[in-house]
């Protein structure tokens, strides 16, 4: 297993990266996300990498933090995907799209992806749900010993009531998701003052 490669970045396409160390090239397939932030060629890269053999041959595929590769593996854990359409779910969205899809449930949003159709959607959202928290998505408010924070389940809740109210007011999850991840959400806030600085994102 190769957990992950580094070395200089030598080509850079649509169809994935070329990695150059000790003296050999890999080529590793990655997601648009990742392709948005490639460093210039000649670059050092450093990939956290998915091995996938077949009869026909090896496949690497990419990403520039595990965080991401977990999640492209939680992909593969869903009947019915498999890497290439794992793949083509991260480059529709983006890790933390996908997270704030699962998160709100927005199967419309994942069925963007080419060859996700609406039930794969929701069986993505339904297998990932558990996997996937606000958590992962919320900004950490200020730590003070003896304080709320951003982590807890009480701020964890005016977020998910923001989104909520946000729903309510016209905007879809994946709107109201992103505008909530944005706040950061400190000691001693309610869902009405969350709701109030999301508001400012979404003007």
């Known amino acids: 297993m190769i957990s992950y490669i580094k070395g200089i970045l030598s080509e850079a396409s649509q169809d994935g990266v070329v990695v150059e160390t000790g003296g050999l090239g890999y080529e590793v397939k990655v997601p648009l996300s990742v392709l948005e932030r490639l460093p210039a060629l000649g670059s050092q890269i450093r990939l956290y990498t998915h091995m996938q053999v077949r009869e026909d041959g090896v496949s690497l595929f990419g990403f520039l933090e595990k965080r991401d590769l977990s999640m492209f593996r939680q992909l593969l854990g869903v009947g019915g995907i498999g890497p290439k359409g794992a793949l083509g779910v991260l480059s529709a969205l983006g890790p933390d799209e996908l997270r ?27 297998d990932l749900k558990d996997k ?3 958590d992962d998505i919320l900004p950490a408010g200020p730590q003070q010993a003896g304080k709320e924070t951003a982590g807890s389940p009480a701020l964890l809740q005016a977020g998910r009531e923001a989104i909520d109210a946000l729903t309510a007011l016209g905007y879809s999850p994946m709107e109201a998701s992103r505008a909530v991840g944005r706040v950061e959400i400190g000691e001693e806030m309610t869902a009405e003052d969350v709701l109030k600085q999301s ?5």
């Open 100 to 126: 704030l899809a699962v998160v709100s449930g927005d199967a419309k949003a994942i069925s963007r992806a080419p060859g996700i159709g609406v039930k794969t959607a929701q069986r993505i959202i339904l």
């Open 132 to 134: 996937v928290s606000l």
């Open 199 to 203: 508001l400012k994102f979404l003007v």
